[in-house]
């Protein structure tokens, strides 16, 4: 079978500002205050610290993995060559499931937001769904340059604003900016939250967390179509550790120490004034925090749903041209997008908007599907890796003559990290059961069942195997 390559149009600032962020989004921008509120200053920041080392350890492995076999759809790919074609068809078919759910939560969530203004009052929000939609399938469908640069421009927004929201956050503490005199001593004071309880509400905290950072793996799948992917992806890479040291611990850091735990605005999350930033903002003298953060989340949330749409695709195009899918999926137009890969995927982005239109908790099971899947994928990209490791020293290869990249931590930090996201996968379940029983915590259990039942199904249809470690190709030409 011909394998149907994509142009390489993704320019290394494309793919080092979508590594920078990737992850920067509502998550950030809103639920840091909760998970303050709930939690206090010391468990906050411990919490995104813990989980900021695993995430690091994770991106050292992914950028192993997609220096040495960069292709667009990486992921499956890697649970393909790597670990078993069985993995590689179950991960690749959930891992587009779950960028077709990410796509359609953003989409969701904006148009709800837009209900800020009182312009956009005047439209249903299904209209307001479907316009937004339609404007990411025309940028998704005209070339991976516009992409590339839509998203530039988008994440500059964000990063900018996380940027100027930590100056603004440092000079309140230093008594530069506002009336009030907050730091070290409010930090103190916010040592204890409000609704944290026992172990499981301390996983709650370290859950919030990991998902938080959800979406920084998926620089990998710009490997397929970056012009250097040897070069660039290490780069992406290697910012991930200060992204997470500044952007994250830094975020938490300044919020726990200006705004306290107590503050009504905080505890209102059902409105964007409910967002930390707005109320560091308005702290600091800017009464208009409010409506220039409802600006910026709308930004940040059309950044990640037109990212939702292209990673969708491109795991389609992926699974197509290793027979996975229907062929039909592979072809390229002129401008090498996979257009029907693009326009499929769509089509189940909006039967998303169906089933949280007619479901009242749709929203929140649609949140936690996506959290749960994420995870999942962590723990294959990390067992790929550590059977590329295995099977280099399996087959007596030169480390150092394969890998273009390798990872800070090696096979220790890989196994650490593995261990934690499968503790976590278990806890998350185990959590939901005790608070909310069997039954209405099930669609829980779905990505674990759904990835069992297709790699078994595959498995005995197909008859395949757990590749051996020395038979794994470690041709980097491989196709």
Known sequence: MVHKKMRRNLSSRHVSMMAIGGS??????????????????????????????????????????????????????????????????????????????????????????????????????????????????????????????????????????????????????????????YGLNTFVANAKGNSLQGFLGL????????????????????????QDPKNTIPKAVNKVFWRILLFYVGTIFIIASVVSVTDERLLNTSSVLA????????????????????????????????????????????????????????????NSVPNLAVFISVIFIILSFIFEHYNSAGYYMLLSLVGIVTICVWIVAILAQIRLRKAIVKQNRNLEELLPYQAKFGLTGSYIALCVFITLIFLQIYSDIILKGFLASLYNLLPVIIIVAIYFGYKVVNKTQIIKLEKINLDKNFE
């Open 24 to 181: 920067i989004g509502t998550g950030i921008f809103m639920a840091t205050g909760s998970m303050v509120s709930q939690a206090g200053s010391y468990i906050s920041v411990a919490a995104y610290t813990f989980i900021g080392i695993f995430v690091y350890f994770l991106m050292s492995g992914v950028g192993e993995l997609a220096s040495f076999y960069p292709v667009s759809g990486s992921f499956s790919s890697y649970a393909e060559r790597f670990v078993d074609p069985a993995l590689g068809f179950a991960l690749g078919w959930l891992y587009w499931l779950m960028w077709i759910l990410v796509a359609g939560i953003d989409i969701i969530t904006l148009s709800r937001i837009l209900q800020f203004w009182d312009f956009f009052q005047q439209f249903s929000v299904c209209t307001l769904k479907l316009f937004f939609l339609l404007i990411l399938l025309i940028i998704n469908i005209t070339s991976v340059k516009i992409f590339g640069e839509v998203e530039y421009w988008l994440t500059t927004i964000k990063v900018l604003t996380v940027v100027v929201f930590l100056i603004v956050g440092v000079s309140v503490i230093f008594g530069i900016l506002g009336d009030n005199t």
């Open 203 to 226: 996983f709650g905290i370290l859950s919030t967390a990991a998902f938080s950072f959800g979406g920084t793996e998926s620089v990998a799948i710009t490997s397929g179509e970056s």
């Open 275 to 334: 967002s930390p930033f707005t109320i560091v903002f308005e702290n600091a003298g800017f009464l208009l925090g409010a409506a220039v953060m409802n600006a910026v989340i709308c930004s940040s949330v059309i950044s990640a749903g037109n990212s939702g749409i292209y990673f969708a695709s491109r795991q389609l195009f992926s699974l197509s041209t290793r027979g996975l899918a229907l062929k039909q999926f592979s072809k390229l137009s002129t």
